[in-house]
């Protein structure tokens, strides 16, 4: 009686062992070990790593670059347009403009247009102005300047949208690999143990972990972004037609209204 009890409990402490080294197995740094003493018979996981790392170095940096590039233009958005029409030499104005950094959006803006102006004013009798009128001319250079502006704030951002996509599916890739692996190892061993599993299946799980890893602040990075974008288009378009009724009938729309 006492054998059997002995026997037992060398059996439930055998099992105990082989169970904690099978969840030892399904740790990263297991993982990382295997990897790198058989890369051969890791390739689609180092395959799968390196791709998200490279996803994930892509995102932080897009992410990074656009925050502070959105937030120095929002900051600067009001002050640059209110300065503009608050400065009552139109010559001033402009020189104010030209000394704005020169990634400042609506000074670019700006310039285009006033150089659009001069341009037509200087060859009036031309068959330019046959060709186009004042208004014409300078709402063709506000658009292009708008599309341009609007352009460099899109930098980055089919990055981030490609990224929140494709990521996890990146991830699957290494799960869908990992259980094949375990499959693999069930059916040489005969065995359905967790140590003839673990190994495998903690590759699977660490992969789609490490997609959604990357996958998840891209997707609240793109989100983000597009918003501060939709604010920013908005406020292009607005600075874009009192630009364009200041130097096509020399006053805006507010300012006629103000002064009837």
């Known amino acids: 009686m006492l054998q059997d009890i002995l026997l037992t409990a060398a059996a439930a402490a055998g ?4 169970n904690a080294e099978a969840l030892n197995q399904m740790g990263f740094s297991h993982l990382w070990k295997e990897m790198v003493a058989a890369p051969g018979e890791f390739m689609v996981s180092w395959v799968v790593f390196l791709m998200l790392v490279v996803m994930s ?3 932080w940096w897009y992410t990074i670059v656009n925050a502070i590039k959105n937030t120095v233009i929002s900051k600067r958005a009001d002050t640059v347009v209110r300065t503009f029409w608050e400065t009552p030499n139109a010559q001033d104005a402009i020189r104010f403009m030209e000394e704005q950094p020169a990634n400042e959006p609506f000074s670019k803006i700006a310039l285009d247009c006033a150089q659009a102006a001069a341009h037509h004013q200087r060859h009036e009798g031309s068959r330019l102005v ?16 708008v ?5 460099k704030l899109e930098n980055g ?3 981030l949208a490609t990224v929140g996509a494709t990521a996890p599916f990146v991830g699957l890739l290494g799960t869908v690999w990992g259980i094949y692996g375990a499959l693999i190892r069930i059916g040489a061993t005969g065995q ?6 673990a190994g495998p299946v903690g ?6 972990a490490f997609g959604l890893f990357v996958a998840i602040p891209a997707v609240l990075a793109y989100n983000a ?7 920013t288009y908005a406020k292009f378009d607005t600075f874009a037609h009192d630009l364009h009724d200041f130097f096509a009938t020399g006053s805006r729309v507010g300012d006629t209204a103000a002064k009837r």
Do not use: H, P
Request: charged residues 25%; aromatic residues 8%.
């Open 57 to 59: 170095f892509g995102s």
């Open 157 to 159: 951002m089919t990055w």
């Open 192 to 197: 359905a143990s967790i140590d003839a599993v």
């Open 203 to 208: 590759e699977a799980l660490i992969m789609t």
């Open 147 to 151: 599309t341009r502006e609007s352009a």
């Open 130 to 145: 046959d060709a186009l009128n004042r208004s014409e001319f300078i709402d063709r250079a506000l658009r292009q300047a």
């Open 225 to 231: 972004f597009n918003r501060s974008n939709r604010n």
């Open 15 to 18: 099992g105990a062992a082989n």
